[in-house]
């Protein structure tokens, strides 16, 4: 399973960005797909995944009510639409793929990786 993370940026406090994450596979739709993201000097925290086949979601509790996260299985894509985002969301954003069913919280669980995507709010 490859992932590719894109949607990055520089945006304004406040402001919205939309990341995608792009998967390999032909058994997407049976995939966890999660999102985590890293600030520098900090460590790898969750952000939100997605169950397969969209049955359940599951977000960090800084990002309810902000960050949306929802996937088109037929283009193999997982979205995470960002509003009323603020500095500190500054971060790398890594998208992941859990195919065991393992919990969505925890990063240990994913099983493969993407590159990563930065995101950067500015004040």
């Known amino acids: 399973v490859q992932l590719q993370a894109s949607g990055g940026g520089l945006v304004q406090a406040g402001g919205s960005l939309r990341l995608s994450c792009v998967a390999s596979?032909?058994?997407?739709?049976?995939?966890?797909i999660g999102w985590f993201r890293q600030a520098p000097g900090k460590e790898r925290e969750f952000v939100s995944a997605?169950?397969?086949?969209?049955?359940?979601?599951y977000s960090a509790d800084f990002v309810k009510g902000r960050f949306t996260i929802s996937r088109d299985n037929a283009k193999n894509t997982v979205y995470l639409q960002m509003n009323s985002m603020k500095p500190e969301d500054t971060a790398v954003y890594y998208c992941?793929?859990?195919?065991?069913?393992?919990?969505?919280?925890?990063?240990?669980?994913?099983?493969?990786w993407g590159q990563g995507t930065q995101v950067t709010v500015s004040s």
């Open positions: 997605i169950a397969s086949s969209g049955r359940g979601t």
């Open positions: 596979g032909r058994t997407f739709s049976s995939y966890t």
């Open positions: 992941a793929a859990d195919l065991s069913g393992g919990t969505p919280r925890t990063g240990a669980s994913y099983d493969y």
